[in-house]
Structures are given as C-alpha cells and as structure tokens.
C-alpha cells in the first residue's frame, strides 16, 4: 500500500498560500514566493513515475487551454489586451492569458523531457548532474539574473524556473547518488541560494523552497500521518489557477485587507475549487 506523507501534502497547501501571498504582494511576497520554487521541485519530484504524452497533456495542457478561454473572456469583457507582455505568437501563447498559466506549458514540455532522458540515462547520472546544473545556475544568479529579463516573457521567466526542475530529478534521484557526492550538491544548492538572497525573487525564494524540498528526503514517519490533508492538498493546483480571478474582483470591489487579503483570497479560492469538485466531478478533472 502506497503512504502518502500527509507532512509533505501540507508543505503542498502551503506552497499554494505562498504563491498566493507574492501575488498579492503584502509583506512577506518574497517568501511566499517560495511557493512556486516547491512547486516546480514537487511537480518533476512527483512526475517522475513515466507516463504517456496523452496522460501528461491531459493533466497539464487541458486545464492550460480551458483556462486560456477563461481569462482571455474576463480580458475581453474588460477592454483588456488577451496577452499583455508577451511579443510574437510562440510568447503570447506560452505567456497565456494570464501571468500565472506559464507554469502548465512549462512543466508540460519539462516533463516530457526528463521522460526521454531517463529512457537512456540512468537515475543517478542524471540526477546528480541536474543537481551540479542547478547549483551553478543559482550560484551565478548575479550575472544572469538582470540580462535575462531582456528576453522578454516567458523566457525570462522559464530561465528563473528552470533550476526549481533541475532541483526536481536531483531530489528524485538523490538516494541513487552515492555519499558524500550528494550531500556536497544539496549543501550547495543551499549555499548557492543563500548568496544570492540580495538578489530580488531569486535567492530567498530558492533557498526557502530547497530548504522545504528536503522534506521529501525524509522517510516516511509514522507520527506524521496521525493527521490525514490529503483532501485539502488535492486543491492546491486549482487554487493556483484560480486565485488571480479572485484577486481581480478584490481589486474592482476596491477591497484591501492587508495580510489578509492573501488569506481571504485563498480560502475563497479553496471553496470554489472544491464546488466544482463535489458538484462538477467529471468537469472539475479537467480543470483543477
């Protein structure tokens, strides 16, 4: 029988709070970005298992195209440009209709990668060069992070992200990697992260979100599984997606709650995704 580590579903609920936070840009953004750092590391950590191009679109380039139409209605109906920041047909449709949709092409196409690479490279290999790949990137932040944001978006931001994936097939395969060669990696992943953490949205977020993922190193304990949020983890994605709408009709109503407005917004986002949950099953497997 499968454990699900209930410590870990909570660290997943949690990260979507953090993102959740950073949007709504209160005190403690920087932080909460760390959210989306777990986020990506969770997503490849998670989607190691190999599935199918049809699996995988299904669970990440369906609920991408059902909320494209949403929010590209909303910014229609509003006088708003469907895409905003991005500059050529491939950007605007990665960039999507909204900032937050990146993340599902993205992860799509991450993936689908990582799933060809493993058919021919064994786990420990590649996770430890992910690993080494990882801290040099975050480890020279200062001279890419500023030249990169000249790429325009997604790119810009698909260069920021790519770390948190390379940090993914590490984790994955960190008991593959012999001792000490992966603990040298993870310690410096770490040192690299908190280097940088002058650096804004990058070394903070990095070095609260691997700090975080070495929670999937961890065993299973069994004193952690006395409480069960598995019900309320399976929201998070759908919270993501969600939330900025919530955000949006905040911001018209004029509504400003300071550190609660992130909380407000969030459990509003958790009732929704739960809604369609429990009244739309077979519609809500495609979105959230």
């Known amino acids: 029988m499968k ?40 997503t490849v950590y998670f989607g190691g298992n190999a599935k199918t191009i049809k699996q995988r679109a299904l669970r990440l380039l369906v609920p991408w195209a059902l909320w494209m139409i949403f929010y590209g ?28 949709l990146w993340f599902l092409p993205f992860s799509f196409v991450a993936l ?35 030249p990169s944001f000249s790429l325009g978006f997604p790119w810009s931001t698909f260069v920021h992200a790519t770390p948190a994936l390379l940090l993914g097939v590490f984790f994955g395969g960190f008991r593959s990697i012999e001792s000490p060669a992966r603990f040298v990696v993870l310690v410096a992943a770490i040192v690299a992260s908190a280097a940088t953490v002058s650096i804004p949205d990058q070394g903070l977020p990095y070095l609260f979100g691997i700090l975080a993922a070495c929670l999937l190193l961890l065993r299973p304990v069994g004193a952690l599984q006395k409480f069960h949020i598995s019900a309320l983890s399976k929201l998070s994605l759908g919270i ?42 077979r519609f809500a497997r495609y979105v959230v």
């Open 73 to 100: 209605a909303i910014n229609f109906a509003t006088g708003k440009p469907l895409v905003a920041y991005a500059d050529g047909f491939v950007s605007k449709l990665l960039w999507g209709t909204a900032n937050h």
């Open 240 to 281: 993501y997606l969600i939330h900025p709408f919530l955000l949006d009709v905040c911001l018209k109503l004029g509504v400003h709650l300071g550190i609660l407005q992130p909380l407000m917004v969030f459990v509003g986002s958790a009732v929704l995704v739960w809604m369609m949950q429990r009244l739309l099953p």
């Open 112 to 146: 689908i990668l990582f799933d060809r690479i493993r058919r021919t490279v064994m786990d420990a290999p590649l996770a430890f060069v992910c690993g080494a790949l990882a801290v040099l990137q975050l480890a020279t932040a200062p001279w890419w992070r500023e």
């Open 3 to 42: 454990v699900v580590r209930q410590d870990v579903e909570a660290l997943r609920l949690l990260s979507a709070l953090g993102i959740v936070w950073f949007h709504t840009r209160v005190a403690g953004a920087e932080v909460g970005y760390s959210g989306l750092v777990f986020f990506l590391i969770a």
